[in-house]
């Protein structure tokens, strides 16, 4: 099978990708404690683009499937987590029902967004919640000026999806989002401006955080 552009390039970053992580890390602390906000312990999740796998294991899931279309991200995950028995990472699409799917950092990756909703709300019942996370796209030129001086990992192809047009593709896809919101007004560790900003002028100024997120339900 011919590989995609995209599947080409998350094969070649794979090796680096924990070490970009790491050096960002202030962002994936966050971006952890908002999915945790959001996916209780102990349910049965799929994680959509779940890279070497960390966010899925630091949600300690009672049942976790990571998928990826990246075969060298799933060979690093399954080394990783080889001694949890409650987690599976595939490149195969998933089956069944879960109460939580998330991606993270994906969507903009996607090449048939409103294809790929489809098949995820098949995976979803009344009770099911879809969580999306993302970088606001209002970032799109520092995330690119990130990426020359090598301050973050390499993006890739991508698309920036704009909510309303998300919202729609949510709706035809038989989901409704019930939760948008924003969080991180900065992503970054600077000291004593970092903590004052994201702590007090966050709420004054949220539709100019990072992270953008949507909550959706089935309808």
Not at 43 to 56: A, Q, R, S
Not at 95 to 115: A, N, Q, R, T, W
Not at 155 to 177: C, D, T, V, Y
Request: positive net charge; glycine residues 6%; aromatic residues 12%.
């Amino acid at each position: 099978m011919i590989k995609t552009k995209v599947e080409k390039h998350f094969d070649k970053v794979a090796k680096k990708y924990d070490f970009y992580k790491k050096k960002n890390s202030f962002y994936y602390e966050n971006l952890k404690k908002l999915l945790g906000r959001e996916i209780p312990k102990s349910g049965n999740v799929l994680e959509i683009g779940c890279g070497t796998g960390d966010l899925l294991n630091h949600l300690k899931p009672g049942k976790g499937y990571g998928f990826d279309i990246s075969s060298e991200m799933i060979s690093i995950s399954n080394y990783k987590f080889r001694n949890s028995k409650n987690l599976t990472f595939s490149t195969e699409w998933p089956k069944g029902i879960f109460d939580y799917i998330f991606m993270s950092d994906v969507i903009e990756h996607l090449e048939k967004p409103k294809e790929t909703f489809k098949q995820i709300s098949k995976l979803m019942n009344e009770r099911s919640k879809f969580i999306i996370t993302m970088a606001n796209p209002i970032w799109e030129s520092a995330l690119m000026l990130a990426e020359k001086l090598k301050l973050k990992m390499p993006e890739g192809p991508h698309s920036r999806i704009m909510n309303h047009e998300l919202q729609i593709m949510i709706e035809k896809a038989g989901m409704k989002i019930i939760k948008h919101d924003y969080k991180l007004l900065i992503p970054v560790r600077i000291p004593f401006v970092t903590s004052f900003a994201n702590r007090y002028l966050e709420k004054y100024l949220k539709r100019l955080a990072f992270i953008e997120y949507f909550v959706a339900v089935r309808t």
